[in-house]
């Protein structure tokens, strides 16, 4: 399925916004990701598998922070760094 | 207090440029510098827009440097130089603490807050301290790195630390000032703020509090145990059982095999006080140190007292101070010099650097009697490094 990296991410994807990976679940999907792009998963997931605070992740335009969530081949996820301040 | 000596292998002075690595809220910069010391240009950023908290030079090849990067959005990571700078590789496995049981809150590391190289027996062999407190080893020139079991398993870990807090560095609880003893790569120091120091001689597979005669005044307690607010700890390099402390609560210094600590910061002026955040060593005279002190009072501005920015340097081992200001804002200076913000060279006379929290750089060559502004416009400084000279 198409998943959307943010610009914060690109360099793991060789600058690429919109990159290919497959799972039954967003966990999955994230270790194919890794599989794909090395060291992109824990700049996102931490090591106790939560996503981190200022990452948020939308499939098929809904927010979710479960890792178990359910995907289908053709969903759309969305990775969004999301950070205020300076 | 007894006078310590250097060993016998006191390195002649270096004489060659300096090169300054500069860690900021926004990225890292190189500051290198002619061999005169008089002209210097900034170089950089790398890592725009992350967060560098500290960038360390390999002294047992001269040119492998290892980053603690963070971005705002994204989690904490290591990258790696082999070639001075010019090109970098991120860890394959940064510090991260063992995924927990099911049901069990696990810890998460926040920021890589400090790193120091390993033994110089040790080739590849670095730790990093990392928020919230943790000791990580890496023994591949920190491609890969391994939880120390020994801190951060231990059952004392959590009363040490008086609990998990929430902030990170630069505002919340963080391990820092990892000392390895040249003389035995098994014999460590650590400080943590808060928790304290303390001290491993088995390679850091236990621990043990050592904050005799350390004030906590934040504390109800009186004389604990563990639970200080160490800002930093340096170990001498020539003279290792000589270790300065600058703490929350003033500026000490222990004699091994002594275990008490002695507030040699009672000496500094009273309008003064003996706060700050780095303590830095003269690399060939053990009884010269720099401190850069404060605002402790009231809210505790964590400023230069009074805006008028100083640093002081003793040069018998603590016993007297003298303030260093020449160059310096004579007024309205309000910028504060992290722990890792202050450094010291290996030329002679010695060069000491220290970065703001306002983003400038400054530098003395000639042991702080005077000061020269060498970098400006930076973003907020996390840490200065000296290397070269």
């Given amino acids: 399925m198409n998943v959307l990296i943010p610009s914060q991410l690109r360099d793991y994807t060789g600058g690429r916004a919109h990159v290919e990976a497959r799972g039954g679940t967003l966990a999955e999907l994230l270790a194919d990701l890794e599989r794909r792009h090395p060291g992109i998963r824990f700049r996102m997931i931490d090591e106790q598998d939560a996503i981190r605070r200022h990452i948020k992740i939308f499939?098929?335009?809904?927010?979710?922070?479960?890792?178990?969530?359910?995907?289908?081949?053709?969903?759309?996820?969305?990775?969004v760094g999301a950070l205020s301040g300076g | 207090m007894p006078k310590a000596k250097a060993g016998k292998g006191?390195?002649?002075?270096?004489?060659?440029?300096?090169?300054?690595?500069?860690?900021?809220?926004?990225?890292?910069?190189?500051i290198r510098s002619d061999r005169a010391r008089?002209?210097?240009?900034?170089a950089g950023p790398h890592f725009l827009g992350n967060i560098v908290n500290h960038l360390v030079l390999?002294?047992?090849?001269?040119?492998?440097?290892?980053?603690?990067?963070?971005?705002?959005?994204?989690?904490?990571?290591?990258?790696?130089?082999?070639?001075?700078g010019r090109t970098w590789k991120e860890a394959q496995r940064p510090p991260a603490f063992p995924k927990a049981a099911p049901g069990e809150k696990g810890l998460a590391v926040e920021h890589v807050f400090w790193l120091t190289p390993?033994?110089?027996?040790q080739p590849g062999a670095w730790y990093a301290g990392v928020s919230p407190p943790g000791l990580f080893r890496s023994e591949d020139g920190g491609v890969t790195w391994e939880g120390v079991v020994g801190f951060n398993a231990n059952p004392m870990r959590s009363p040490w630390i008086g609990g998990e807090q929430e902030q990170g560095p630069p505002d919340g609880a963080t391990l820092h000032s990892i000392n390895v003893d040249p003389r035995d790569p098994g014999h460590l120091y650590i400080g943590i703020s808060v928790g304290g120091a303390f001290e491993s001689t088995d390679g850091g597979a236990s621990w043990?509090?050592?904050?005799?005669?350390?004030?906590?005044?934040?504390?109800?307690?009186?004389?604990?145990?563990?639970?200080h607010d160490v800002h930093c700890i340096r170990l001498h390099p020539l003279a290792p059982d000589r270790l300065y402390q600058q703490n929350h609560c003033g500026i000490y210094r222990l004699d091994r095999l002594a275990e008490r600590w002695q507030r040699i910061g009672s000496a500094m002026p009273k309008a003064i006080g003996d706060i700050g955040f780095p303590i830095v060593l003269h690399p060939r005279d053990p009884d010269t140190l720099w401190v850069f002190p404060m605002d402790g009072g009231t809210v505790w501005p964590r400023v230069s007292p009074g805006g008028k920015p100083a640093a002081y340097v003793s040069r018998d081992g603590g016993r007297t101070w003298r303030r260093q200001d020449?160059?310096?804002?004579?007024?309205q200076g309000w910028f504060t010099v992290k722990r890792q913000s202050m450094c010291a060279d290996a030329r002679d006379p010695v060069g000491v650097y220290f970065g703001t929290t306002s983003g400038e750089v400054w530098m003395s060559a000639n042991e702080g009697d005077r000061w020269t502004s060498i970098a400006r416009h930076l973003p907020e400084i996390y840490s200065v490094e000296a290397a070269g000279g």
Avoid: M
Avoid at chain 2, 66 to 82: D, E, I, N
Avoid at chain 2, 326 to 331: E, F, I, Q, S, T
């Fill in chain 2, 10 to 30: 006191t390195p002649r002075p270096a004489s060659g440029p300096v090169t300054l690595f500069v860690g900021t809220r926004k990225g890292a910069f190189f």
């Fill in chain 2, 326 to 331: 020449r160059g310096l804002p004579a007024k």
């Fill in chain 2, 58 to 84: 390999d002294p047992r090849d001269g040119k492998t440097l290892l980053c603690a990067v963070r971005a705002g959005h994204l989690g904490p990571t290591v990258f790696r130089s082999t070639d001075f």
């Fill in chain 1, 59 to 79: 499939v098929n335009q809904q927010p979710t922070r479960d890792l178990g969530t359910a995907l289908a081949a053709n969903d759309e996820v969305v990775i």
């Fill in chain 2, 118 to 121: 390993g033994h110089a027996s």
């Fill in chain 2, 38 to 42: 008089r002209s210097w240009t900034l």
């Fill in chain 2, 208 to 227: 043990r509090p050592l904050n005799k005669g350390v004030a906590a005044d934040f504390l109800p307690v009186k004389d604990p145990e563990y639970g």
